[in-house]
């Protein structure tokens, strides 16, 4: 199912990320090597927000503790057993559509 969560002009752009709502759910939005990434917005380790950090070496840092997470895998890097939850981005016109990817491996 595709839920709204906003415009174009709301995407973040190269090398930054942004929250989004989703029905309730914090959403972090980053442009990370020219493609549009979306997954939920705390970080694994301890919670921090995702769309606070700052995007380096093609990873999303949090800003808490550092922890790196790959915007394609939504892996950390310090521990890659455990993953973020990530989501398709589809645009439609102007309006950005978010819909749950299938779980990745």
Known sequence: MKVRIGSTSELPIEGHAREFDCAGR???????????????????????????GVVLDGKIVCPWHGWQIDPVTGKPVQQPATRVELYQLTIEGDDVFLERRPSVQ
């Open 26 to 52: 914090p959403i972090c939005v980053a442009r990370v090597n020219g493609a549009l990434s979306a997954m939920d917005n705390v970080c694994p380790h301890r919670g921090g927000p995702l769309s606070d």
